[in-house]
């Protein structure tokens, strides 16, 4: 069984101030992990994946996210947040239990206050 | 420039109407998703492709419909079944060789209203 819980359904940070979205999963088999985001009307657009090379993955707009397999967390983050950051954010978990099987989370608002 | 489109990005549809939602893509992959998003729930697959002429249900498939005649385009029809089809319909593709067989691309999106 495969599952992702993000912890957090709305975060707001201030502009300039530093971002935090939590993400835990639970998988049977060597993961990839995801996140994705989301802007209002809009696709998903891919901001960073991990395989397993490195344990500290950098995405693209400042973003990146650690990867800690003792605490099955895969938490996303950024220095400073600007208001083009405002959106809803996704993690993503897959793995191949026979076909490549995907699961999302449900998402996380971001709000960014100026 | 290499992409997914999907149109059209708004569809209004009367109770009882079939629709078709188009995907078109043109980065050469052979894998095509359809999935259905609804506030707070995620995405929910409704149905894939792994190859041209096959697909296969996915978790929420009764009340949908798909073909897959060509590698670029797999349209998703929502029929008169599907009980509650209001939602963001997104359109996904991917490789299916090679290291990168997991990332799925994604198209803009419709809204489909029922009326």
């Known amino acids: 069984a495969q599952s992702v819980t993000q912890l957090d359904s709305h975060v707001s940070v201030s502009e300039g101030t530093p971002v935090l979205l939590r993400c835990n999963y639970s998988?049977?088999?060597?993961?990839?992990l995801f996140w994705y985001v989301q802007h209002p009307n809009k696709g998903l657009q891919l901001l960073l994946k991990y395989t397993s090379a490195a344990t500290l993955v950098k995405g693209i707009n400042g973003f990146e996210a650690e990867f800690k397999k003792s605490e099955t967390s895969f938490h996303l983050t950024k220095p400073s947040a600007h208001m083009s950051d405002a959106a809803e954010y996704f993690c993503?978990?897959?793995?191949?239990?026979?076909?490549?099987?995907?699961?999302f989370g449900t998402g996380t608002k971001l709000q960014v206050i100026p | 420039d290499g992409g997914i489109t999907q149109s059209p990005k708004y569809l209004f549809r009367k109770e009882g109407q079939n629709v078709t939602l188009s995907c078109e893509q043109n980065l050469n992959h052979d894998a095509m998703y359809w999935y259905r998003q609804d506030p707070g729930q995620g995405l929910r697959l409704i149905y894939y492709?792994?190859?041209?002429?096959?697909?296969q249900k996915g978790d929420i498939a009764e009340g949908y419909s798909v073909s897959r005649e060509k590698k670029e385009s797999f349209p998703l029809t929502v029929t008169s079944a599907q009980k509650n089809p209001t939602a963001f319909y997104l359109c996904?593709?991917?490789?299916?060789?090679?290291?990168?067989?997991?990332?799925?691309?994604f198209g803009p999106g419709t809204r489909l209203t029922v009326l």
């Open positions: 998988s049977s088999y060597s993961p990839s």
């Open positions: 996904a593709s991917s490789i299916r060789r090679g290291p990168d067989t997991d990332t799925q691309y």
């Open positions: 993503v978990v897959t793995s191949e239990e026979g076909y490549q099987k995907v699961t």
């Open positions: 492709s792994q190859i041209v002429n096959d697909f």
